[in-house]
């Protein structure tokens, strides 16, 4: 990742694109490098511009930010962004879908401009956000989701993860980095990397939101 944390703004709405840009005209270590009003604008963006974060509005024209997301981060040219969803208090289930098509957190519409700001370094950072406001419905939406669906013969089983490997994934399921993680547990650095190399084998997550989206799905969490 470069210096600064290079962001593309997707939202169908110029108002909100401009106000984003305005906030973060005045961090240090973001910068905008580029703006689309539609989902396939923001593919196409993403693809040649290589930002390293996607501001993506989940409702737009043309592709939603869902499928965006989708195919963003199943483009295998250049290092796969982190998708960061807006969102509104009324939208758990497609923040979920969304979750499960890549992104690594999401952030309300309402937010506070600082809010905007750690939420990128978070995410740059290769972390889940789960704002704190509206995590409790989030998840919850995502057990009824997850309920309403028929059982899967695998639900329920551990997929082979050691006790240790349980409470890391729990602890990530929560939101916590690595050193918290390791605080915790009382265990070094490397090794709670170590623990999540082997999760992710495991599970076949393909990163931190997809491994909270599976924990949750089949109550590891």
Known sequence: MSEKIRVLLADDQRLMREGLRIILEDTAD???????QDGLG???????????VILMDIRMPLCDGIEATERIRQQANGPRPRVLLLTTFDTP?????GMRAGASGYLLKDCSAEEVGSAIRTVARGQVLLQASSAVDLLAGLANAQASRPTSPTQGETFGLTARELDVVRLIAKGRNNAEIAQELSV????????????????GARDRAHLVVLAHQFGLS
């Not at 289930?93 to 879908?97: F, T």
């Not at 070094?188 to 599970?203: A, E, G, R, Y």
């Open 188 to 203: 070094s650095d490397s090794t709670v990397k170590t623990h999540i190399n082997h999760i992710f084998t495991k599970l």
């Open 93 to 97: 289930e497609l923040v979920i879908e």
């Open 42 to 52: 923001a593919i196409k963006q993403a693809e040649e511009l290589e930002p390293d």
């Open 30 to 36: 973001i910068e905008v490098i580029g703006e689309a």
